[in-house]
């Protein structure tokens, strides 16, 4: 099935002469929630820049929805939706008059129930005649989510959106972004926040210098690149590892009281079994054993070491 | 055609125009006023007519183009500029909307803004002189047409524009003297011969004469080739906001 975003050799080289993407393949299925990820100045963007009609593609083709985003831009502009990452509203414009004319300029009738639902289920009604400049930035963040909520897209952009927003508005959007994938649509968010993608996304994509290490499935990419480790806490502080246990690779701890077994639990044999009976016959006493699993934090950053 | 973005841009200019109604339409109608209070009455009392007409008078067509000329400039400059400027640009350009369909709504509102002002000021005028309109038609004809070019060169002023400064060099450095020596306080026919000829050069005579022409049934350029270059200046502003958009000159990257 084709996915609902497709990205096929995408490379934008700037005036500079800056090549901010070298070369992107992506699908983007109908219905996920995918996660950019990537440090800054890694393409990320650049890339929602080039599907949503705002940057000019130096080669490379794009479709939304089946359909060209240069030579057939209204049918896929209006499946978009955008919210961009720096805090951009006409100050002095009240909150509802500035998303009614998103929706306006999105080419769909006005519908104030609506937008009303919109404006609800963003906590933002009872502030519907404020004006913008008044509002806190958490708010104004809202606007720029309702906005882009106005015309009811089909594919939702949200650019690092909770860049600098508190962990209860954090939650709640979250919640929001949770509720419109219910209702089918397509979310692409780019996040410095691993947390939020191992907590919200389907798949993950992995954004850096212009080109798109990886997209995985979140859960599969965790297990297939995530390790576990074991520490295994002794009773007696150890001088050296022992000769007949050199094969494990085995770190021991600062003072010899502790040592770490790392080991990948899709592999054939973890060793763990072989490993245990080996301590019991070096005559080791355990005192205490415990696992842990790397998160996606680890894996984002051994990539992008990897890539650098 | 997406006439219901064609309304919202519109819609929303307007409000913007409205929100600030004191200021749009009292300091043009002040300025206005001292115009007419320092040419018409305090220097006009010593001239006595200008090709039949009293001086007073004559000046009106003049200060109305010179308000509607800098109101056109200005609020079309601003309108796309604003955007531009606090990054809110981002959503014209994602929107399904076609690059005539953003000039529609901004110069359409633009346009809309001086020609309400344009209208203020000669009632205003009706205050201060004695008025006939020989030719009401017409002269709506050259108010339309003229807040129309100005509003459209505005609006390439206001994408070319980096800073404040430059949105107001334009105004300030080319229309207004452009204005003042473009026969509004006086017929070129005073002029030597020399700067008759060079006054041709100037778009605005024809603006003002063509304008003139309109209220008193004379003018200096024969309102024929006035309508001409109103229309050729028009066509020229046309062909440039075609050409920004086609490169996405200072809006894409």
């Known amino acids: 099935m084709p996915g609902i975003v497709s990205v096929t050799d995408l490379r934008k080289v700037y005036d500079g002469g800056f090549e901010a993407l070298k070369g992107v393949n992506l699908e983007i299925r109908k219905g996920e929630i995918l996660a950019l990820l990537g440090p800054n100045g890694a393409g990320k963007t650049t890339l929602i820049s080039a599907i949503c009609g705002i940057t000019t593609p130096t080669s490379g083709v794009i479709e939304v929805g089946g359909h060209n985003v240069q030579t057939d831009f209204r049918a896929s502009r209006s499946l978009i939706g955008l919210v961009p990452q720096e805090i951009t509203l006409e100050p002095f414009e009240k909150v509802l008059n500035a998303v009614r004319f998103s929706r306006g300029l999105f080419g769909k009738k006005a519908d104030e129930a609506y937008l009303e639902k919109v404006l609800r289920q963003l906590s933002l009604w009872d502030k519907k005649d404020a004006r913008i400049k008044e509002l806190s930035g958490g708010m104004k963040r809202r606007v720029l989510i309702a906005k882009a909520l106005s015309h009811e897209p089909r594919v939702l952009f949200l650019d690092e959106p909770t860049a600098g927003v508190d962990v209860d508005l954090r939650k709640e959007m979250w919640a929001v972004v949770r509720a419109l994938k219910a209702d089918g649509v397509t979310i692409i968010l780019t996040t410095h926040y691993i947390e939020e993608a191992e907590a919200i996304a389907d798949r993950v994509g992995v954004i850096a210098n212009g080109e798109l290490l990886l997209v995985e499935d979140k859960v599969k990419m965790m297990e297939q690149m995530g390790k576990k480790q074991m520490r295994i806490e002794l009773q007696q502080p150890l001088d050296e590892i022992p000769q007949s246990m050199a094969h494990y690779d085995l770190v021991r701890g600062e003072d010899g009281s502790f040592l770490i077994y790392t080991y990948d639990t899709q592999g054939e044999r973890t060793g763990i079994t072989s490993l245990f009976a080996d301590i019991a016959k070096a005559g080791l006493v355990l005192k205490d054993v415990q696992t842990s699993q790397s998160t996606l934090e680890d894996i984002f950053v051994d990539l992008v070491k990897e890539d650098a | ?253």
């Open chain 2, 1 to 253: 055609m997406n006439l219901q973005a064609i309304l919202a841009i519109y819609k929303f200019e307007m409000v913007r125009f409205f929100r600030t109604i004191a200021q749009s339409v009292v300091s043009p109608v002040l300025s206005t006023s001292l115009y007419f209070v320092v040419f018409g009455a305090a220097i006009g009392s010593r001239i006595q007519q200008v090709d039949g007409i009293s001086y007073a008078a004559f000046i009106v067509p003049g200060l109305v183009m010179l308000s509607v000329l800098t109101q056109s400039l200005t609020n079309a400059a601003f309108g796309i500029y604003f955007p531009k400027f606090i990054g809110t640009i981002y959503e014209i350009l994602s929107a399904p909307v076609s690059h005539l369909e953003i000039v529609i709504g901004y110069v359409g509102a633009a346009a809309t803004k001086s020609m309400i002002i344009g209208l203020i000021i000669l009632a205003t005028a009706f205050a201060f002189v004695d008025l006939h309109i020989l030719h009401p038609f017409w002269m709506l004809s050259f108010l339309v047409l003229t807040c129309l070019s100005f509003s459209l060169f505005g609006f390439i002023i206001g994408i070319w524009a980096k800073s404040f400064e430059q949105l107001n060099l334009v105004p300030m450095l080319i229309v207004t003297p452009l204005v003042f020596l473009g026969g509004s306080f006086y017929s070129i026919s005073m002029l030597p011969e020399f700067w008759q000829k060079v006054t041709l050069f100037n778009p605005v005579v024809y603006l003002v004469s063509g304008f003139r022409w309109s209220f008193f049934g004379q003018a200096d350029v024969g309102v024929g080739i006035s309508l001409v270059m109103i229309v050729v200046f028009l066509g020229l502003c046309l062909a440039v906001i075609g050409w920004i958009f086609r490169t996405g000159y200072r809006l894409k990257s």
